[in-house]
Structure formats: C-alpha cells, structure tokens
C-alpha cells in the first residue's frame, strides 16, 4: 500500500538555504498573481446577432418548461408564435438505435428562445436544425451525440437516418441531425448560441474524424449570428462556415467570442467567403489547426489566447486575416499566415471586449459554458472546494492522488515556475496524476469552479 501524505508538500524536509526559500515564495507569488483577473464580465449579446433588428428569441411569449423530447419538439417547432422554452434536466431521442426507429433531431422554428435550468439541462443524443427560423436563442445546455455512437451495434451496417458504415467519405457516420448538434441552414438569420457545453469523444482516442460532424455548422443563406460563451471540447470537426468551397455568401457574417476550446483538431472555425469577426476566445490544444480563413473570407482574429495548439491562424485556400493582439504559448505552425485585411465589423462591442488579451484565459475559464450566468433563469453552481477536495502526494513516487466528492465537475491546472501549463483537465470524482516523469521543482495546482479558486504547491523530487 503506497505511503499517500494528505499534503502537498512533506511535513518536513531540509531546508537548502535561506535564499532559495524567499526566491520560491515570491515566485509563488508572482505566478499566483498572474492568474488573477478584476474584470466583472459582460453577458449581453455583442456581436453580428445584434445587428438586423437584433436576436430577442421568444421575448414575449409563453414561457414553457420542458423535461421530454415530445414536449421540446412540440413547442420548437410551432410556426409563427413566440415561445420561452426551459428545458429541465436531460432530454434524449425517441426509439431506439438498434431498433431502427430513432429520433433525435428538432428543427427550431422562429422567435424562440430554449434555455437550460440551472447546469443541468441536456441534449443527450439530440440535435438542433434551423433551416430558414429567424430570431432564435440558445442558452445554457450541454449537448453530445455520445450515447448515438453507444448504442450502434458492433459490426452495424447502414442504420437509415441513423448510421452509415461508410459515409460521405468512405468512414462510419452518425447521420441523425444531418451529423451536427447544430445546424444553421437555408436561409436562418439573427441566431444566439450562448453559454452552453457541446462535446463528443478525445479525437486521439476516437480517430474516426467524421463519425460526429460538426459542433456548431453553419451554411447557405445564413448570417447575423454570435456564438458566445461556449464551451467546445473534445471533437475533431468544430464549426465548418460554408459547405463547400463554392458556398460563398458575402453576407454569412458570424461573432465567435469568449468561447473555450480544448482538445479539439480543427475548425475554430473554418470560413469561407464572408467577413468574420473571432475575438476574446481560449483556444487549448487544438491538434490541427485554429482559425482557418479560406476562399477570400476576410476575419478579424482579435486579443485571443492560443495555448498548446497548431496553426493558430491560417489560410489553405487563399483566405485574409485581420490580427489584432493575440497571444500564442507554445504553439507550432506547418501552415502559412493569412495575407492580411482589414474586415468591415459594424457593430460595437467595447462593452464586452476583454481589453488585455492576457487576461482572457482565466476569464473564459472561469465563464465560458453551463451554469455561469447569476440570475433567476440559470441558477450557477459553486462548489466550496476547500470542503470537497483531498490531495495526496506520494513524494517518493511523484503520484497525486486526488479524492474530489462534489456533485459537478471542477477544473484542474497544474503549471511549472515557469508559467507553462502541464496539466489542464475536469476532474469529476477520483483522479491519479503521475508526475514522475516532471522535472524536479516546484509547481502550481489549481482547482476551479465558477468563481472559486483554491491554489496549491507543491515539490517533485
């Protein structure tokens, strides 16, 4: 049985000399000090969704709550009234996989708002289409078509509307909802995508790139649409702006601000063919590429935060970027800079702008995602985490153990002296980090979760 500690540093050891003790305390000091923010966030819509007469969903209208697929289906897809849909904890599809008769796919009519109660609201195998609705809001849910590539039998051929063994491109697809949990098509305008959590599988353990299609896609007549506040992760395919590359409406004009990537391969987003504007987001570990401008789009790529991550902005088809400000740490490139433009943003949005790019990272992890918003429609979440996490750290092997027993995940960051990020992961009960392989020193472990924050060190030998 190994000799756990519940501590971060040992009880005792000796102690070098006095000076390399106050040099690690004010190092300490400094990286903790970095990591802190002042600024209050603004949540209010910003962005091309405000332009066009504005996005104000089903303001107005008859406010509905929602805990089954019938019920959300219903209200939805009602033509020409006006509805504030609540969804109440999870919502899945109707029938069954193996059974050939699933359905799992809304097509969101307009002047509709569907916002999730409290954190728990959550498409689990259902995806949103808007394929000609207008002035439509989405906020506050967490979606993931994981349970649909669950539930598809080993060695399953081709599941009508469900499943293709083949696909488009000669590798397994999931079919239903077109293959995105969101589809904006036709011709759909004025759309809001705020606060919520899309996710499906680690795209270096799940290998196939289009089993899951898009998170959020976006094609044809569309424009006037913000996407805010969201939380991407764990996906290959993210947002895809143009079907194709002779998909090119000029007036396809989309704000993609404050969004947290982590974990992804590409599309962050790819456009084509229109003017973009992508600011204030965290893009972590994004394996093979970020901002992709192609077939003359124009994208003013503003005070956002690249970390771990490939190509951060790049063209592969004769696309245009306007760089403002950003920031990259530890990232590589294989793909050539955009040649630059200067993009028409006809909105204001000083009210929302992070001002110091430096500042962005912990801000959008602190915000970004379900459960973040204070008010009487999301009802947040904080865990005490001093209450709800032990740490143990074997110093003769370099393990932590780590005993988390609150009821919704939590962040953790372990970064080196030197600022440099080793760690970034949720944690949701237990957790064993092996650090044996670290350089010797003192490093930095941070819990998160809402607003809270607790900061500890401790020493690999």
């Not at 995806?127 to 598809?152: H, R, V, Y």
């Amino acid at each position: 049985m190994p000799d756990y500690k519940r501590t971060i540093l040992p009880k005792t050891r000796q102690t070098k000399t006095n000076i390399m003790k106050h040099v690690c305390i004010l190092l300490f000091a400094v990286i903790v000090n970095s990591i802190s923010w002042s600024q209050t966030p603004d949540f209010s819509l910003a962005g091309f969704a405000a332009l066009n007469d504005g996005t104000t969903g089903g303001e107005g209208g008859t406010e509905v709550i929602v805990n089954t697929y019938a019920d959300l289906k219903t209200f939805a897809e009602e033509e020409n009234t006006p509805y504030i849909i609540k969804i109440s904890g999870s919502i899945t599809g109707i029938g069954s996989v193996a059974g050939q008769d699933y359905e799992g796919s809304i097509a969101v009519e307009s002047n509709k708002s569907i916002i999730g109660i409290d954190n728990t609201a959550f498409l689990d195998g259902v995806g949103l289409t808007m394929s000609g609705g207008s002035n439509i809001i989405i906020q506050n849910i967490k979606m993931s078509f994981i349970s649909i590539a669950e539930a598809i039998p080993e060695g399953s051929h081709d599941i009508p509307g469900i499943y293709s063994e083949f696909g488009d491109e000669g590798r397994a697809q999931i079919l239903v909802n077109g293959g995105d949990l969101v589809s904006i098509r036709n011709t759909s305008r004025n759309i809001w995508i705020d606060h919520c959590e899309l996710y499906s599988e680690d795209p270096e353990i799940q290998t196939n790139k289009d089993l899951y299609d898009g998170l959020i896609d976006i094609k044809n007549e569309t424009g006037f649409i913000t996407i805010s506040w969201c939380y991407f992760h764990d996906h290959h395919k993210v947002h895809l702006v143009g079907s194709s590359d002779s998909d090119l409406y000029t007036d396809r004009k989309i704000t993609f601000h404050h969004n947290w990537y982590e974990n992804v391969n590409s599309r962050l987003p790819l456009y084509r063919g229109a003017v973009g504007h992508v600011f204030n987001n965290y893009m972590y570990m994004a394996l093979g590429s970020c901002v992709n401008s192609r077939m003359s789009a124009c994208i003013r790529v503003e005070k956002n935060y690249f970390e771990n991550s490939k190509n951060t902005i790049m063209t592969s088809d004769v696309g245009y970027a306007e760089i403002i400000d950003n920031k990259e740490v530890n990232c590589n490139f294989t793909e050539p800079y955009p040649g630059s433009c200067t993009a028409s943003i006809e909105y204001t949005y000083d009210h929302v702008l992070t001002s110091s790019v430096d500042d962005v990272k912990d801000i959008v992890l602190q915000y970004a995602g379900v459960g973040k918003l204070d008010n009487e429609t999301f009802e947040s979440y904080t865990e005490e985490i001093p209450d709800k996490v032990d740490v143990f750290h074997n110093s003769a092997t370099n393990m932590i153990h780590i005993k988390y027993t609150g009821t919704h995940p939590i962040q953790l960051e372990i970064i080196d002296m030197l600022s440099r990020v080793m760690i970034h992961k949720s944690i949701f009960a237990q957790d064993l980090i092996d650090l044996s392989s670290y350089k010797k020193g003192m490093y930095i472990m941070i819990f998160r979760s809402g607003k809270e924050r607790s900061v500890h060190k401790f020493i690999v030998r």
